[in-house]
């Protein structure tokens, strides 16, 4: 049967689009029934429009604490049955409540190979540090930010004459084949979370999940 899946946007989303371009290709087999953002200018608003999704936009700023506003998204959530929510570039931390209620059922994707650079500006890190690979992750959300087991790594190799922005590119072109790929596990039932450890197709996923190397097409 076709997952119910919710995205929670904050701004372009193009990741929103790459899911959106992939269920319509037949790669996953789910129907996005909502897509929540908190910020009004969010393109990724425009997007959904275009594609006939329904759209709601919910401001933290116009709820009087993080648990209210959580309360108010997880009521919508329900409402709308969610097997699967997907945060693609939410840029707002989530309540403990929130997360334990989607616990095993929410995806993030984040631009660093986890656990290395959580949080922001993981590129100029990556380019500080001398790595000689970044790339994104895809993770199932726990209470711990960018934290959680890994189902997923998509490995960009960094050349000498990276910058921030050159780089940033060149991993959000990764993150739009490894999420859709993830989230394709997901609604086959091919991806498991058990006691925050991954089984995909019931082998265990090793800690940093499965590699996509860079020039891997699918
Ligand atoms: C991506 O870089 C993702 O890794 C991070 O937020 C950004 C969202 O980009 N979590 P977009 O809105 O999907 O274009």
Redesign the pocket.
Known sequence: MKKRIAVL??????????VIDAIDAGMINAEIVLVISNKADAY?ITRAQKAGIPTLLLQHTHSPSRTDFDLAMLDHLEQQRVDLVV?????RILSAEFVRHFCGRML????SLLPKYKGLHTHQRAIEAGDAEHG?SVHFVTAQLDDGPVALQAIVPVTATDTEQLL?QK??KR?HIAYPKVIAWFCADHLRCSDNKLYLNDELLPANGFKLAFDAQN
């Open positions: 946007i904050s701004g372009s989303g193009s990741n929103l689009q790459a990724g945060l693609a570039g939410f840029m993030n994707i984040h631009p994104c940033q991993v959000h993150e």
